[in-house]
């Protein structure tokens, strides 16, 4: 065992013996010689010359080394760190390529004249990294190497494999981005196995015969998606491309894809349009660096030309809101520029705090807010769905704020549901932050259902509500009272006829002492009749189709006097039974055509 040994000017001759170096022990010589023994380093070893390897070194330690490193032998990393602070270049060489954990590199530089590969950290603070020879970035399903801010002396010349693990099982269309100064799109996808699915451009897939398009250029002053029609389609810096993730229609196998090339380092401009449209400034940015950035210290340099979230594709097909995060390596995003200008990715953006593809690390959901809620609009077609989320707080205004709000975006997905709630100032808002001040506040909901199926408005959160108790969902055209989510988590509809819009209010009111959601009556319409008759309630119904209906009984304290009445009806006559005791009951039946309800008087 060496402990506080030094030897400069010397060398560590090692031809047999194990030599382990301890926890808290340095050990300092000019150089290492290892021809066949194995040492162990969980202290830290200072070389000012050269270290070869022949045998074995493995350990959790530091090693300083001032001149060239050559591997001939077998180098277990742990989670070690190798510095390189040498006065001139230093050589990565050797017949055996070395897997680091972590480097630095802090003085002239490193040569790779044999390939590396790191699965933690390179830190590049002086010099440049230059040679013929490769360093790749190891990414897993544990971890993704990330190069740290990058020195304003320090440079790049060699050329990086950036590996980014990607699990497909849930990801059909994602936004993906490069973080090397030039890629293609077959540069990405060549040699990649399994690759990812190029249709229609006569990608290393060849040509799908169905002509479906799997890659995507968003283009704002147009506001369209345009297909991608060339494999050679070449990457920018800070831009973020649509792209089918998975390695056929079906096939979800997770997997690594590899950008290969100069990775991006030091500042990058971005410019931004501002057309009038519908989705004016929306704008599809892309991570530029192998490393996840921070969105905080990004947004605080672009405020003056950002709403202050920022958006991800679900795998559900959403373009969903975050506050803040870190956004991983290889990440496609979207911004709503408030302006024309340009944009600035930066070194100091990176963050040590590594994410997994397509979420963001960190407490930026907006729906986890106090006092929020969240609508989501599903289907039982498909697996694509759309939320809305709707916060209180009496600092927040009912016009659009690009510092609170966030406006929705459309999916490039057509069958993903539409679902807004819309401004005082008419933005639609895929989050909205409004004023509590108000005993009741009516805030319009548009939805869309692109495709005939059973369809669902579910909400979360009810538990984060202070500010309101009673929340309804209304009928703008009718009138009609759909359903009271204080009761009722969801409400379920039905399209059997293709494509339709909804026009419909979610009205928050503060219930007090003696009144009740569930006391709100509408008129019977023609669907759906409700009358008494002696001790029961009967109900006509007179439906184009069969449908599914909820009966609920209420009596005037909004508190349910008997079980729901679940019933498959078209044209059909129910009666409900009454309690026995003398009042005023509230009858409602929900169905897709609304909720109908009526006050019915009981006297014994």
């Not at 973020?240 to 993730?245: E, L």
């Not at 506050?323 to 991983?328: A, F, H, K, M, Q």
């Not at 707080?393 to 069958?415: C, H, L, Q, R």
């Not at 029961?536 to 119904?541: E, G, L, S």
Request: contains cysteine; aromatic residues 10%.
């Amino acid at each position: 065992m060496l402990c506080n040994l030094s030897a400069y000017g010397q060398t560590i001759s090692n031809t047999g013996a194990t030599i382990s170096i301890i926890n808290n022990t340095a050990v300092s010589s000019a150089s290492i010689n290892n021809s066949s023994g194995t040492i162990s380093n969980n202290g830290t070893l200072n070389l000012s010359a050269n270290y070869s390897n022949s045998g074995s070194v493995n350990g959790n330690g530091l090693y300083n080394v001032g001149g060239n490193w050559t591997n001939l032998g077998t180098f277990i990393p742990g989670v070690s760190s190798v510095n390189f602070n040498g006065s001139s270049a230093q050589t990565i060489a050797g017949s055996n390529p070395t897997p680091f954990y972590n480097i630095i590199v802090n003085g002239a530089g490193i040569v790779l004249s044999q390939n590396g590969s790191f699965s933690n950290v390179f830190t590049l603070t002086n010099g440049n990294i230059s040679g013929i020879d490769t360093m790749t970035l190891i990414s897993n399903s544990g971890n993704t190497g990330r190069i740290a801010p990058v020195g304003a002396s320090a440079s790049i010349t060699a050329t990086f494999k950036m590996q980014r693990y990607v699990n497909r099982s849930t990801i059909g269309y994602c936004f993906w981005s490069s973080p090397a100064q030039v890629e293609n799109l077959d540069d990405l996808n060549h040699s990649r196995s399994p690759n990812f699915f190029i249709t229609d451009i006569g990608g290393i897939d060849g040509n799908n015969t169905s002509k479906n398009v799997s890659v995507y250029n968003y283009l704002e002053p147009t506001e369209v998606y345009s297909p991608i029609t060339t494999k050679s389609f070449l990457f920018t810096n800070g831009r973020g491309i649509m792209i089918y993730m998975r390695n056929s229609i079906t096939t979800m196998a997770p997997s690594v894809f590899r950008s290969n090339g100069v990775p991006t380092f030091g500042n990058v401009n971005v410019g931004v349009t501002y057309t009038a449209g519908t989705y004016a400034g929306h704008t599809e940015l892309g991570n530029p660096y192998a490393s996840p950035i921070d969105w905080g210290t990004f947004y605080t340099d672009n405020s003056s030309l950002l709403q202050s979230t920022f958006y991800i594709m679900e795998a559900n097909g959403t373009q969903y809101p975050f506050t803040s995060g870190s956004i991983p390596m290889n990440q496609g995003f979207a911004v709503n520029a408030t302006a024309a200008g340009t944009l600035t990715f930066k070194e100091s953006h990176k963050t040590n705090v590594d994410a997994a593809y397509l979420k963001p690390s960190g407490s930026g959901d907006p729906a986890d807010e106090p006092n929020t809620v969240k609508f989501t609009l599903s289907n039982d077609a498909n697996e694509y769905a759309c939320p809305t989320i709707i916060s209180f707080d009496g600092s927040y205004s009912k016009n659009y704020n690009p510092k609170e709000d966030a406006e929705y975006f459309t999916s490039p997905i057509v069958e993903v549901p539409v679902m807004y709630t819309v401004s005082d100032d008419n933005k639609n808002l895929i989050l909205n932050k409004l004023p509590d001040v108000d005993k009741s506040l009516d805030i319009p909901l548009k939805t869309f259902q692109p495709i005939p199926a059973n369809y669902d408005i579910s909400m979360t959160g009810l538990d984060n509500l202070t500010s309101y108790n009673c929340v309804l969902l209304i009928d703008n055209s009718t009138g009609n009272i759909l359903n009271n989510f204080i009761e009722n988590s969801s409400y379920k509809f039905n399209t059997a006829y293709g494509p339709q819009e909804k026009n419909l209010t979610l009205r928050f009111s503060k219930i007090g002492i003696g009144e009740s959601c569930a006391t709100v009556s509408t008129a019977a319409n023609d669907n759906v009749q409700i009358y008494p008759l002696q001790q029961n309630a009967i109900i006509n119904f007179n439906l184009a189709q069969s449908e599914d209906v909820v009966i609920s009984v209420y009596n005037v304290l909004g508190q349910k006097v008997s079980a729901d009445i679940n019933r498959t009806v078209q044209n059909d006559k129910v009666s409900v039974r009454l309690p026995m005791v003398s009042g005023l009951y509230i009858v409602r039946v929900q169905s897709a055509y609304g909720t109908t309800t009526q006050k019915i008087s009981i006297n014994e």
